[in-house]
């Protein structure tokens, strides 16, 4: 499965740039897009093996973006 624009969240789809995101690094930003993807495909599959496959990257990659971007998934 390709993820599209539907995939991303709306507060982050619509968001409009404010001061505070300005003083924002690219990769702070790009961690906070990259962490809402990854939750919420977690929260809608529920499985690493089938999160992985369907952002199309390796498992131990997944593992190691969870872990930098210190995720909590339940």
Same mark, same amino acid.
């Given at each position: 499965?390709?993820?599209?624009?539907?995939?991303?969240?709306?507060?982050?789809?619509?968001?409009?740039?404010?001061?505070?995101?300005?003083? @924002?690094? !690219?990769?702070?930003?790009?961690?906070?897009?990259?962490?809402? *993807?990854? =939750?919420?495909?977690?929260?809608?599959?529920?499985?690493?093996?089938?999160?992985? @496959?369907? !952002?199309?990257?390796?498992?131990?990659?997944?593992?190691?973006? *969870?872990? =930098?971007?210190?995720?909590?998934?339940?």
């Amino acid at each position: 499965e390709i993820i599209d624009g539907d995939d991303i969240p709306d507060h982050i789809k619509y968001r409009t740039i404010h001061s505070e995101t300005k003083q @924002k690094r !690219l990769q702070e930003i790009l961690d906070e897009f990259e962490s809402e *993807i990854i =939750k919420n495909k977690w929260n809608e599959l529920q499985d690493m093996n089938l999160v992985a @496959k369907n !952002l199309n990257i390796h498992r131990t990659t997944l593992m190691r973006k *969870i872990n =930098k971007l210190n995720l909590h998934l339940k």
